[in-house]
């Protein structure tokens, strides 16, 4: 049974550029999350899928954010036009539906750097 | 108003002693759930406990343990006989209305040092 698993583990672009990661859930789980990681901070949630259906939104996920999971399998983030202050830690997670615990099991994370 | 409060930045323990974390939450949700995850240098959050806002008894697994005191809004970490692998970044987390919605909301951590 294989992890979360993200691609790239690291991303250096220059300001205003457009990025693309990648999150690949644990097989059977059908809930993947997105969320965003500062220096110093806890993970900040961005939004989550059932399946391919997107439930829910943060409000911190401006309109240069997107995210798909055209396929209820792997999903993709994009940034659009990215800004210095996107420079964070994208950490994908999982987790089965339902469950009498609802763990989320997180990715080793993508390290985004705006320079 | 911060729904997850970890007042301590850093903490360090010897090893083989016990370490509390300390955790309050805010929520006028009934229903909730209560997470601990660990955070090493590497990145990757790991799970460690869970305690549901109407279990009866405090949750247990293995060297951890979670002091969930409901009516003080706390849910501390207790990590006992602390090994040097327990140097990390530990997190409380909380998810309200379960089923309802789905997302963590996290601390902002704490820095655990294990010295020999």
């Known amino acids: 049974d294989t992890g979360v698993s993200q691609n790239p583990r690291h991303k250096i672009t220059k300001r205003g550029q457009n990025v693309t990661f990648r999150c690949d859930p644990i097989s059977e789980h059908n809930r993947l999350y997105w969320y965003r990681q500062t220096l110093g901070q806890g993970p900040e949630f961005l939004t989550y899928f059932q399946n391919e259906a997107q439930l829910e939104k943060s409000r911190l996920l401006s309109d240069r954010f997107s995210a798909e999971r055209p396929k209820g399998s792997f999903s993709t983030l994009e940034i659009q036009r990215t800004e210095q202050g996107d420079s964070a830690m994208y950490l994908c997670?999982?987790?089965?539906?339902?469950?009498?615990?609802?763990?989320?099991?997180f990715g080793p994370g993508t390290r985004l750097t705006v320079t | 108003a911060q729904k997850i409060t970890q007042t301590q930045p850093g903490m360090f323990v010897q090893e083989k002693e016990a370490v509390t974390l300390d955790c309050t939450y805010d929520t006028s949700d009934p229903s909730y759930g209560l997470f601990w995850y660990k955070q090493p240098s590497s990145g990757e959050m790991i799970f460690l406990i869970y305690q549901g806002s109407y279990d009866q008894q405090n949750a247990t697994e293995g060297r951890y343990s979670l002091n969930f005191q409901k009516a003080r809004k706390s849910a501390n970490l207790v990590i006992s006989a602390s090994q040097l692998g327990d140097s990390a970044m530990y997190f409380c987390?909380?998810?309200?209305?379960?089923?309802?919605?789905?997302?963590?909301?996290f601390g902002t951590g704490t820095r655990l040092q294990v010295f020999p």
């Open positions: 997670a999982s987790s089965p539906s339902g469950g009498a615990n609802y763990e989320q099991y």
């Open positions: 987390a909380m998810r309200e209305g379960l089923g309802y919605t789905d997302k963590l909301i």
